[in-house]
């Protein structure tokens, strides 16, 4: 079953406007992480966010933002401001606490952005 | 120093070559992994060294062969490969595995392989 669903395939979003890209997941832990990635055409993932599964508060690194909704088992990244450099493709991911399971990292099926000059 | 480096970038092998991929850290981390991605898909795990010993093998074929010679190395022994195998392989490491949830993963570049 698949742990981490990213509905949004492909998303478009003007410079300078903000975006939102969806990613819902599904676990019975009650501990567990949440990250999100961003992987330009070059190849290498990027670590953009994290939100934990205890934090009461939603995660923010400048212009990334985590809408973080436990009970809905949702974990938007918001974008604001978008700017070119951005367009990428992003994947929501997840690591359940399973000890010496290799701490494995799920991903999603990922969104391809593409910003609009 | 949170570079996680691949080497090399680029490899194109026939299916009857032996070749290996390289990937190197200096983070201290003692996980490590390596992924398959095919294009427009999310990387697929294929194997995790926790503190330079084996701890997942996820029903990879035995043509991909991997090792560990220290905790800041990781190889790729590739051999009898298919074209179906050609893929971007990126390795990654993280602080370790022992079931801490906000441990990241550091990715490398990637290696992209083709297969003729």
């Known amino acids: 079953a698949q742990k981490i669903t990213q509905t949004q395939p492909g998303m478009f979003v003007q410079e300078k406007e903000a975006v939102t890209l969806d990613c819902t997941y599904d676990?019975?832990?009650?501990?567990?992480?949440l990250f999100w990635y961003k992987q330009p055409s070059s190849g290498e993932m990027i670590f953009l966010i994290y939100q934990g599964s205890y934090d009461e508060q939603n995660a923010t690194e400048g212009r990334y933002s985590l809408n973080f909704q436990k009970a809905r088992k949702s974990a938007n990244l918001v974008i604001s401001a978008s700017q070119l450099g951005d367009s990428a493709m992003y994947f929501c991911?997840?690591?359940?606490?399973?000890?010496?399971?290799?701490?494995?990292?799920?991903f999603g099926q990922g969104t391809e952005l593409s910003v609009k000059p | 120093d949170t570079e996680v480096t691949q080497t090399p970038k680029h490899l194109v092998m026939g299916m009857t070559n032996k070749k290996s991929l390289k990937c190197e850290q200096h983070m201290g981390h003692r996980a490590m992994y390596w992924y398959k991605q095919k294009a427009k898909k999310p990387p697929e795990l294929m194997f995790v060294y926790s503190y330079e010993k084996l701890s997942i093998n996820e029903s990879v074929p035995s043509r991909f062969s991997p090792e560990c010679p220290n905790s800041s190395l990781l190889n790729l022994h590739l051999h009898a490969l298919q074209p179906e195998d050609s893929a971007l392989y990126l390795c990654?490491?993280?602080?370790?595995?022992?079931?801490?949830?906000?441990?990241?993963?550091?990715f490398g570049q990637g290696t992209r392989l083709t297969v003729v």
């Open positions: 990654a490491s993280s602080q370790d595995d022992r079931g801490h949830v906000n441990t990241e993963a550091f």
């Open positions: 676990t019975s832990d009650q501990s567990y992480g």
């Open positions: 991911a997840m690591r359940e606490a399973v000890y010496n399971q290799g701490g494995k990292l799920i």
